[in-house]
């Protein structure tokens, strides 16, 4: 295996020093800016109300255990987030996707998002016995589910591996909200 | 849904990626269309996996296998620069 190289910072250019006090009050301009990027985000968040749209809750995906619906993947749950994520069939785990890897590698406490009654899981691209190697390989904590052909309409309409979708459960209807 | 960026955006070089509003002498290694989540040659998060022992064969091809193109994979980044 070859080590991968990470260059060094050491010869980088530096900020200039200043006292507690200069430094404080740079602090302080920035943190401005800071507290209304903030407060935007959490106008974005707390007005973040969109209709819904009505989804197949037997849409088939296919899981550990064989093709399983949709609504399944909610595990009694009444929401469900799910990241769409890219395969590359046929290539080695070296060549798949930069991206997705980089978001679901930061994916591995689920707990809070159970406490709201969300669940959390990876729909994959492409074949199962590839993804769920690659899931083995990575040591992902959460469950993972390759979108069958046939689904793939139905879920993605559209748009592209690579996104994120929340769901939600009302009794045996599924709808897409975000 | 990825907080290694919020945690670079605190440190002194941010992401170190090309369109930052750097100062000259600042690392900026990384590009932000393509291996900014790549390290020689694979994304990033595998090499603990494989420092760990862990195995990376996908087993072998499936059928039909294509070369779906994926917007986030470009070119590698370029060697670091002195």
Known sequence: MTEPHVSPIGVAAKPPVADRAAFQAELDRLRTREKAHTREGDAIAAARRLPMVQIDPRTPLTGADGTVPLIDLFAGRSQLIAYFHMWHPGRPAAQQCEGCTFSTS????????????????????????????????????????????????????????????????????????? | MAPSYGLLDRTVYGRQEDWEDS?????????????????????????????AGRDDDLGPPPDGGSARTCPLHGEPPAAATP
């Open chain 2, 23 to 51: 100062p000259d002498g600042w690392p900026q290694r990384w590009g932000s269309t393509g291996g900014q989540f790549q390290l020689d040659g694979r994304p990033t998060a595998q090499w603990p996996r494989l420092r």
């Open chain 1, 106 to 178: 930061h994916v591995t406490e689920p707990a809070y998002l159970h406490s709201r009654d969300v669940g959390y899981a990876v729909l994959a691209e492409g074949s199962y016995e590839e993804a769920s190697r690659y899931r083995d390989f990575m040591g992902y904590p959460v469950p993972w589910y390759a979108v069958p052909q046939d689904s793939v309409d139905r879920l993605v309409a559209g748009r592209h591996f690579g996104i994120l979708a929340c769901y939600l459960r009302d009794g045996d209807q599924v709808y897409e909200t975000y």
